[in-house]
Every structure is written in C-alpha cells, then in structure tokens.
T-cell receptor
Framework: GENVEQHPSTLSVQEGDSAVIKCTYS??????FPWYKQELGKGPQLIID?????GEKKDQRIAVTLNKTAKHFSLHITETQPEDSAVYFC???????????FGTGTRLLVSP | NAGVTQTPKFRILKIGQSMTLQCTQD?????MYWYRQDPGMGLKLIYY???????DKGEVPNGYNVSRSTTEDFPLRLELAAPSQTSVYFC??????????????FGSGTRLTVV
C-alpha cells in the first residue's frame, strides 16, 4: 500500500525566511497530494493541494511542487510569519482509493 | 454550513467502558473517515465509508466499530476501552466528481483519555 515519508520533523526559521517541507510517496498510482496545517487543539485544515497533471501550484506565499518521476512533492512557504507556526502534514491518495495516507508531520516554528 | 462536527470534544473513560464518538457533516459528502492521531505521529485511518450502508476497515480498526445509516452521520464506537486507545480522533469527509476526489474536510477532533 501507499506510504508517505515527510522531512524534516521539526523546522525552525526566522520571520521572513523561507521554509521547505519535503514528502516522498511510494505508490506510483497516487495522483492527489494535499497539504494540511494543524494548529494547536484544532483539526487539520487544507492549505493547498496538487494533482499529478500539474508540476507546481502557487497560492500567495505558499507553493507546492511535484516530481512524479522521483515521487517527491514539497511545500514551500515564503516570507514566513509567526502565524505560520503550526504542524504541517502532507498526504497522498489516488482516484478510486478514497483514503488519504498522511506523512508524520513537520512542526514549523517561526521566530519573530 | 457547519462542515464536519464532532462531539464530544473531550472525554475520559475508564478501562473497559464503552462510548460512541459522534460525527456529522452537512456538505452531502459521500465519503466519511475516522482517523486517530497519536502524539508526534501522523493520522492513521481507523474506518471509512463510501456511502450510507457501506463501511470498510482502515489501517488500525481493532477495538472500534462504525455504522453509516445516513449520508450525514458516521459514529465511531469504542467497546471495552483500553489505554492504547488514548488518542485524538478526527472525523473527515470528502466527495468525488468527474473521477476526481475533492474536499477532504476535517472536524475539530475528540481528545480521548482512557485511564
């Protein structure tokens, strides 16, 4: 079955710096890759997603890139702000599977 | 729309007790899921449902049961609670359209402690 690995487990940056979180998936059939932000005491919130027919997608300060050949996808956050501090999860699934498989999460800390 | 609503938010159970975690969605999503999240870990799928009357096991189903009598509701039942079931439980829903999956939406979670 699908397995998703996520690195790093913790990431500390200064406000204004960029942050990059990387994930690797195992099932070549996977074609949908969402990213979730989880703040303390809350459920995961979808922040951006990408499908396998697209190599990159941007939404203001966040972007996601996908390398299907290497089975890698990454989250890029530019101009980080303290409110970006949270745990970020990547996930993967494929059409017909219906089940998201999650990475183990990255705790991002943005210091003022 | 309220989205995905979970109750209760917190619960302490004694070993051997039973309880039902409630989950309701008002988005008419056909798929619903139960995940558990242990400290420092990702989310593990317990059970899922592709529609009313249809449920299936996920990665960690032992000790749990589910039912899906309506599109809106997907309760998770814990029988004979054990300390290993101490976790945060999340319900989620999604839908498919045109051969694509959309809208994975999570509830705010139920924090369960078994003592």
């Amino acid at each position: 079955g699908e397995n998703v690995e996520q690195h790093p487990s913790t990431l500390s940056v200064q406000e204004g710096d960029s942050a990059v979180i990387k994930c690797t998936y195992s099932d070549s059939a996977s074609n949908y890759f969402p990213w979730y932000k989880q703040e303390l005491g809350k459920g995961p919130q979808l922040i951006i997603d990408i499908r396998s027919n697209v190599g990159e997608k941007k939404d203001q300060r966040i972007a996601v890139t996908l390398n299907k050949t290497a089975k890698h996808f990454s989250l890029h956050i530019t101009e980080t702000q303290p409110e970006d501090s949270a745990v970020y999860f990547c996930a993967a699934t494929y059409t017909g599977f219906q089940k998201l498989v999650f990475g183990t999460g990255t705790r991002l800390l943005v210091s003022p | 729309n309220a989205g995905v609503t979970q109750t209760p938010k917190f619960r302490i159970l004694k070993i051997g007790q039973s309880m039902t975690l409630q989950c309701t969605q008002d988005m008419n999503h056909n798929y619903m899921y139960w995940y558990r999240q242990d400290p420092g870990m990702g989310l593990k799928l317990i059970y899922y449902s592709v529609g009313a009357g249809i449920t299936d096991k996920g990665e960690v189903p032992n000790g749990y049961n589910v039912s899906r009598s309506t599109t809106e509701d997907f309760p998770l039942r814990l029988e004979l609670a054990a300390p290993s079931q101490t976790s945060v439980y999340f319900c989620a829903s999604s839908y498919s359209q045109g051969g694509r999956d959309y809208g994975y939406t999570f509830g705010s979670g139920t924090r369960l402690t078994v003592v």
